[in-house]
């Protein structure tokens, strides 16, 4: 068969019988196997969630109890995300002499947290897969997660140093907006934004940035549709004159964003394009389905006016926390510090600065003799027996296995837990089922070099109505013997944001979110390369540089079931959010619940605080005694 570069690793092509997929090869040869170099189609992968979707769309049953059990264990854990690998951590703090057995679907632990690993000529290049950064932790992160960070050697401080805050500012780039012609009747790259983002990795002093006004007289755009934007950000009038200030926050938790600016502000639909992809990276869906008190304390404009009452403290240190706790690759290092801590021999060293470039030697992962055992590319299909011992059934190389555990925690999907747990109460079904997870794409290209983001003058662009709405070079993050690109002469990895949605049909969120997944899973691999490359080529194009000649690789994480489920005013009350929430966790028997679905929140901090309270919600046993 024919080799292209996606099949190339480490700079050496792998001999692939026919019919054999990279992954498949790297299985045949465990000396090798080492899922992070791996491009192509990553995150949700070909052949980690077929099963899954067997059982929880056809409804299958696979006949788990007619199987003899092949390993008991202190605990089973069914997810190896960071939940699962934190709970396997408190669990081990508490039963020092436990054993443990962590499944997962994919072929790589970590769960969103994924690492994506590139080498050329000379260079290697580490990038996030999925899960990016600590987000506020000095505001938002709890006394067990801060503990746990700090034995896995992490000390926040250093990021200070190692993230080079002013480096694209030095190189004289700015961020900017990418206008597609089929929308705009052009391509064309406006740089030199003076917006500010929420929780943001740079300063107001290092944008390279020009005024506003400027800036936006530069859209694309009619005058009219230009004049209206500028007031919009700059001199925006009490659009809600007639209500007191508490009917002002009452009613902008009732309309989205969209509403607002359309009703209230009177933007045309030509001037709306510029906000539909706005909130896609951070909520997860598009701005017909945030509310606009949300909308007005994510601190987007046409609010100054409107004598609205300031976020509280603890809002308001979320929002200005810098975003620069970042390892090169991610939460995929605290992933891998984890593993590191429960089975020593898969990597050397200690501390935060080491496991960046620490050696992972996955054959390790899943000895006999190992009290904790993670063991990839096996799907859960069945829990039972909550009561204890715990069946589970899981499906390894298409081959159906029966393991138990004296207790369980299921640190996996929310949505999934009703499929392999039917013996769970209705009500709690109905609840799990409620966190309806946002599909995202993070698209990784790595670039042989990036003069033509210099002749640009951008690093960042959002893009409001192309398929990925945030194209951006890598975060400058150097540490543990990585260092990130210093010159345009050096290869560099672009980092592509893609929320598929179903933007202005007034659907409700749930259904949006449901219908986007179902376009991302009805798309191969080459249907979105070919997306991927029509936009970064356009966007080159516009200062005449060809893309084909520079890509080195192409890496789509894929997540079918990313961002988890949050409240938001439009569709849930707070009351009815918090009771769904509490059903949806409750422990069944020696069976509890993990994962950042039942806190209802996409941050690591959150996997981590559900895996501690997961791990003491178990009932003491005999043996876990």
């Known amino acids: 068969m024919a080799i292209t570069r996606r099949d190339f690793l480490n700079g050496v092509a792998l001999t692939i019988a026919a019919g054999f997929t990279p992954l498949q090869a790297l299985r045949a040869d465990p000396a090798r196997y080492y899922p992070p170099i791996l491009t192509g189609m990553r995150g949700n992968h070909p052949g980690s969630f077929e099963s899954a979707h067997k059982v929880a769309r056809e409804g299958h049953r696979f006949p788990v109890g007619g199987l003899s059990v092949r390993e008991t264990y202190d605990l089973v854990v069914v997810g190896g995300g960071i939940s699962g690998l934190a709970t396997a951590y408190f669990y081990r703090q508490k039963h020092p002499n436990a054993k443990i057995l962590i499944l997962d679907n994919h072929d790589d632990f970590g769960g969103h947290a994924k ?4 080498h050329h000529d000379g260079h290697t290049l580490l990038t996030y897969g999925g899960s990016e950064s600590f987000q506020s932790p000095k505001a938002l992160f709890s006394p067990q997660v801060n503990r746990l960070l700090k034995e896995l050697g992490v000390e926040e401080d250093r990021f200070l140093k190692y993230f080079d805050r002013d480096f694209y500012f030095k190189q004289g780039l700015s961020r900017g ?13 406006v740089g030199g934004s003076p917006e500010m983002g929420i929780a943001d990795d740079l300063l107001p002093g290092l944008l390279n940035s020009r005024p506003l006004e400027q800036y936006i007289n530069d859209f694309p755009l009619p005058e009219e549709d230009r004049k209206a934007l500028i007031s919009l950000h700059l001199d925006p009038p009490d659009y809600l004159p007639d209500m007191s200030t508490e009917e002002k926050e009452t009613y902008l938790g009732t309309i989205s964003y969209t509403t607002f600016l359309k009703k209230h502000v ?8 510029y906000f ?6 951070f909520y997860g869906y598009g701005v017909d389905a945030i509310a606009a008190i949300d909308a007005y304390e994510t601190r987007y404009p046409g609010f100054d006016a409107m004598g609205l009452p300031e976020a509280g403290a603890d809002v308001q240190a979320e929002l200005d926390e810098p975003y620069i706790y970042h390892f090169p690759d991610g939460n995929a290092s605290v992933a891998r510090l984890l593993v590191r801590a429960l089975i020593p021999d898969a990597a050397p060293g200690q501390g935060m600065d080491d496991i960046v470039m620490a050696n992972f030697d996955y054959s390790k992962l ?17 829990v039972g027996n909550p009561g204890g011992p715990v069946d589970i059934g899981y499906l390894n190389d298409g081959e159906l296995y029966r393991v138990q ?28 089922h409620r966190n309806v997870k946002a599909p995202l794409v993070y698209a990784k290209v790595v670039l042989k070099n990036w003069h033509a983001f210099k002749k640009l003058g951008v690093h960042s662009l ?6 990925y709405s945030l194209v951006k070079l890598d975060y400058p993050v ?4 990585y260092n990130h690109a210093r010159s345009p002469d050096d290869p560099i990895v672009v980092h592509m944001v893609q929320v598929p949605t179903v933007a202005n049909t007034g659907l409700d969120v749930r259904q949006q979110l449901r219908m986007g997944r179902a376009k991302l899973l009805g798309m191969s691999y080459q249907d979105v390369e070919a997306e991927i490359r029509q936009q970064l080529g356009a966007i080159l194009g516009t200062v005449d540089e060809e893309l084909d000649p520079l890509i080195v690789a192409i890496t789509v994480n894929r997540w079918s079931h990313g961002y988890s489920y949050e409240e938001t005013s439009l569709f849930d009350s707070s009351d009815q959010a918090a009771n769904t929430i509490q059903r949806a966790r409750q422990p069944v028997g020696q069976v509890s619940i993990a994962n950042s679905d039942s806190g209802w929140s996409p941050y690591m901090h959150a996997a981590i605080d559900e895996a501690w309270r997961a791990v003491n919600e178990l009932t003491p046993t005999e043996a876990a005694s």
């Open 177 to 189: 907006a990418f206008f597609d012609n089929a929308h705009f009747g052009e391509n064309k790259v």
């Open 462 to 467: 959002y893009a409001p109505t192309a398929p």
């Open 405 to 432: 555990g004296k207790q369980c925690v299921l640190a996996c999907y929310n949505m999934m837990i009703p499929s392999i747990m039917p013996s769970l109460p209705d009500e709690q079904k109905q609840a799990l």
């Open 266 to 273: 009177g933007l045309s639909d030509h001037a709306m394009l």
């Open 478 to 481: 150097s540490m543990g013997g």
């Open 366 to 382: 899943d000895q006999p003799d190992n009290a904790v055992r993670l063991r990839l590319n096996s799907t859960a299909v069945h």
């Open 276 to 281: 539909r992809s706005m909130s896609n990276e």
């Open 115 to 118: 690492r994506n690993e590139f």
